[in-house]
């Protein structure tokens, strides 16, 4: 006899809002994977820097002055001062802006000026803490102590984009955006299409949306539609674990990361990525990084709605479509199987 499946309902409201559940998330995911930063040419020259956040970690990968590319926490030995601002830049000399200590492009300390005499104290005691680096076709990643490889992480996506060629493609543009919600919701939004037609009416015009697939696979969601005339999306969108994207279009991509800043406060950092960036196609650049902006603010309201009402304590777990929410069942088996622990 052939038993029903048992119905999947959305996850307690609690995984949203508790604070001691954010912090474990921090620690057990946010700390063991793989955070993928952008594109690894921004770090083409020695003295290029990124620094970034990570779950309130603050980390920054440097190009040595020897060529070689490493990463560490953006924190001085000394009295934790940050050491460069957020962002990508050029450093030449890494000096602590507090007390002057001074780094070498490896993490060595050089020198701790003005410290004083003391027999227990030695620059080669206070080198800064390191962090992990990884690159995957044309893309960087870093990582505070992975659980696994990054080939590992990764699962099914190398075969689900090996048709496309991302390392020929040039980053020519990086957007921010700022949402009033858990990184979970943002998330569940994001690897669904059911809400298509209620949030994005000019998307839905032009995809195909009775025909539009979202599939859970090895460390990824895959969701893909057919287009109509006018579309500017290639037809495939990736969602990658625990928090990062790929999308592709016609002569491109593009590329985001879902940073919790806090239990309700998101960033989403994308950037765009062209096969051809000549001036004779920077207005069809142009349109196609403004409607994908456009389309990510389209969901900031309902998330932060959807966190109020979780906070509030009104709502109990609805369920969960089984053609187009099996990827938000996938996403939230693993982060309850992550805070579990």
């Not at 001085?76 to 001074?102: D, F, I, S």
């Amino acid at each position: 006899m052939n038993h029903p499946q048992p119905m999947l309902t959305n996850l307690a409201p609690r995984y949203y809002a508790d604070p001691d559940i954010f912090e474990t998330e921090r620690q057990a995911i946010f700390r063991r994977q793989w955070q993928m930063l952008g594109p690894v040419s921004r770090l083409a020259r020695p003295g290029d820097y990124l620094a970034v956040d990570v779950a309130g970690w603050k980390l920054f990968a440097l190009r040595g002055e020897d060529g070689v590319l490493r990463a560490f926490h953006n924190v001085c030995r000394h009295r934790g001062a940050r050491l460069l601002q957020e962002g990508a830049g050029v450093c030449k000399t890494l000096r602590c802006p507090y007390h002057n200590w001074v780094y070498a492009s490896d993490g060595s300390l050089k020198s701790a000026p003005w410290f004083g005499e003391d027999p227990g104290f030695a620059v080669s005691q206070w080198p800064l803490e390191s962090a992990h680096l990884a690159q995957w076709r044309g893309l960087l990643f870093i990582a505070i102590d992975p659980e696994s490889s990054l080939a590992d992480q990764l699962g099914d996506l190398p075969a689900e984009i090996d048709e496309f060629p991302l390392e020929t493609y040039t980053a020519v543009e990086e957007h921010r955006f700022d949402a009033h919600s858990n990184w979970k919701i943002y998330t569940d939004n994001f690897v669904e299409g059911y809400h298509i037609p209620g949030i994005h009416p000019g998307f839905y015009k032009v995809i195909d949306f009775p025909n539009f697939e979202t599939v859970a696979m090895n460390g990824m969601v895959r969701m893909s539609s057919p287009q109509k005339d006018g579309s500017i999306y290639g037809g495939k969108w990736l969602w990658m674990w625990p928090n990062w994207t790929l999308s592709t279009f016609p002569g491109g991509m593009n590329t985001s990361r879902i940073n919790p800043v806090s239990v309700d406060r998101t960033e989403i950092i994308y950037d765009f990525y062209f096969a051809d960036t000549s001036e004779a196609t920077e207005a069809e650049r142009r349109r196609t990084i403004d409607t994908t902006c456009g389309i990510v603010r389209e969901d900031f309201e309902i998330c932060e709605h959807t966190h109020k009402n979780y906070q509030s304590g009104g709502y109990r777990p609805g369920p969960l479509s089984p053609r187009h929410e099996q990827s938000v069942a996938y996403f939230q088996a693993k982060i309850q199987a992550a805070v579990a622990g």
